[in-house]
């Protein structure tokens, strides 16, 4: 299989608390992209970070990216209650045309 | 502009029968795909397409076939619906993902198929 792994799987945090999560990917990429799932809805786009960028952010969330470890990660500052959700890495291979998603960690914000 | 509209919401389909899940954009973009969702293994890509006439294989391509005749419109044909076929389907597409930059993905609301 092609996919991508995510850990951890699930993740339960207090509200106010930062939640980070991980990614990896198997070979060379252009570009990686974060997306979140509410509870049987469509994906929303939360970030992209190109292979020649380190370290990318917007708003409550920071994306770094290390194409040596074939990794990523997504931090989520100062958790809400309404970040609960399901979030998932897309990776783009080098040469391709297709996004390979990820398995995905399931977040849940405690209010 | 309503965005990426699929439809149906929902299917329940017998083994054997065979159908099509409809997707359309408005919002003239190059890139479309088909994606399967299944608990516990992420999302899966089917089929996609780089534009109009254009279409290629995903990791997951077999029992479905895809047609892309015009800019908006990107079906995904189920031939002979199988219960391994039963899962919650979405399609995306975005501007561009060519060598020079891709973009973010807009995703539909998803349609979850049954076969029983």
């Known amino acids: 299989s092609q996919q991508g792994e995510e850990d951890p799987q699930a993740l339960s945090i207090q509200e106010g608390e930062n939640a980070t999560m991980n990614c990896s990917y198997k070979?060379?990429?252009?570009?990686l992209q974060w997306y979140r799932q509410n509870s049987g809805r469509g994906l929303v786009h939360l970030i992209l970070i190109r292979s020649n960028e380190r370290e990318k952010h917007s708003g409550r969330l920071r994306v770094t990216l290390d194409t040596s470890k074939k990794s990523s990660s997504l931090l989520i500052t100062a958790s809400r209650a309404a970040d609960t959700a399901s979030y998932f890495c897309?990776?783009?291979?080098?040469?391709?045309?297709?996004?390979?998603f990820g398995t995905g960690t399931r977040l849940k914000v405690l209010a | 502009n309503a965005g990426v509209t699929q439809t149906p919401k929902f299917q329940v389909l017998k083994t054997g029968q065979s159908m099509t899940l409809q997707c359309a954009q408005d919002?003239?973009?190059?890139?479309m795909s088909w994606y399967r969702q299944d608990p516990g293994m992420g999302l899966r890509l089917i089929h996609y397409s780089v534009g109009a006439g254009i279409t290629d294989q995903g990791e997951v391509p077999n029992g479905y076939n895809v047609s892309r005749s015009t800019t908006e419109d990107f079906p995904l044909r189920l031939l002979s619906a199988a219960p391994s076929q039963t899962s919650v389907y979405f399609c995306?597409?975005?501007?561009?993902?060519?060598?020079?930059?891709?973009?973010?993905?807009?995703f539909g609301q998803g349609t979850r198929l049954t076969v029983v």
């Open positions: 070979t060379s990429i252009n570009n």
């Open positions: 919002m003239n973009h190059e890139y």
């Open positions: 897309a990776s783009r291979p080098s040469g391709t045309y297709k996004y390979i």
């Open positions: 995306a597409s975005s501007y561009s993902i060519g060598d020079r930059g891709s973009t973010e993905a807009f």
